[in-house]
T-cell receptor
Framework: SQQGEEDPQALSIQEGENATMNCSYK?????LQWYRQNSGRGLVHLIL?????REKHSGRLRVTLDTSKKSSSLLITASRAADTASYFC????????????????FGQGTILTVHP | DSGVTQTPKHLITATGQRVTLRCSPR?????VYWYQQSLDQGLQFLIQ???????AKGNILERFSAQQFPDLHSELNLSSLELGDSALYFC?????????????FGSGTQLSVL
């Protein structure tokens, strides 16, 4: 299995509801990032959380990180139809020297559908 | 608009052929990353260049090669193409080298091998 696995694979909610997506990973990390991809288009960076941070907010986004459980969650509050997209977590793994391998490893993503 | 330009947007070719995908990073970004996205494999990291030098390598096939030129644009060359190489190929760029933070993605090249 891959570093960075999201669940659920798909999530369907109504406008105004909150959406929570989870990500698990396997190795020590420098940071964890969340990206959004609209159908077949390029990924867009949403938020980054460093390994020494536990929670971060950006607008309607809230990210948590639990390094002891090697997991993260992304909460989108008061969702809108325009939030419909695939959401990916990506990890910057820490190498033996404690620095970056120089790449982000992406999970398989969660497909979020928000119904108007 | 991310500022990362990829050409062409679509490419249809036959098995055994060779193609070149091109990427221009955001102005000022020195790092370029190549990713392959397919339904069965997801987003796979291929290779990273920083200021003309290879910095990190992923599961890139020997039939694939890349380079970054002095003007910082990058090209991904795919040769002896197989049906399984059909995928969306993304280029991304960032300012930094050692810490991988906030990649800016292009809109991708959809490669179809028939």
């Amino acid at each position: 299995s891959q570093q960075g696995e999201e669940d659920p694979q798909a999530l369907s909610i109504q406008e105004g509801e909150n959406a929570t997506m989870n990500c698990s990973y396997k190795t020590s990390i420098n940071n964890l990032q969340w990206y959004r991809q609209n159908s077949g288009r390029g990924l867009v960076h949403l938020i980054l959380i460093r390994s020494n941070e536990r929670e971060k907010h950006s607008g309607r986004l809230r990210v948590t990180l639990d390094t002891s459980k090697k997991s993260s969650s992304l909460l989108i509050t008061a969702s809108r139809a325009a939030d419909t997209a695939s959401y990916f977590c990506a990890t910057d793994a820490k190498n033996a020297g404690g620095t970056s391998y120089g790449k982000l490893t992406f999970g398989q993503g969660t497909i979020l559908t928000v119904h108007p | 608009d991310s500022g990362v330009t990829q050409t062409p947007k679509h490419l249809i070719t036959a098995t055994g052929q060779r193609v070149t995908l091109r990427c221009s990073p955001r102005s000022g970004d020195l790092s370029v990353y190549w990713y392959q996205q397919s339904l069965d494999q997801g987003l796979q990291f291929l290779i990273q260049y920083y200021n003309g030098e290879e910095r990190a390598k992923g599961n890139i096939l020997e039939r694939f090669s890349a380079q970054q030129f002095p003007d910082l644009h990058s090209e991904l060359n795919l040769s002896s193409l197989e049906l399984g190489d059909s995928a969306l190929y993304f280029c991304a760029s960032s300012v930094d080298e050692g810490y991988t933070e906030k990649l800016f993605f292009g809109s991708g090249t959809q490669l179809s091998v028939l």
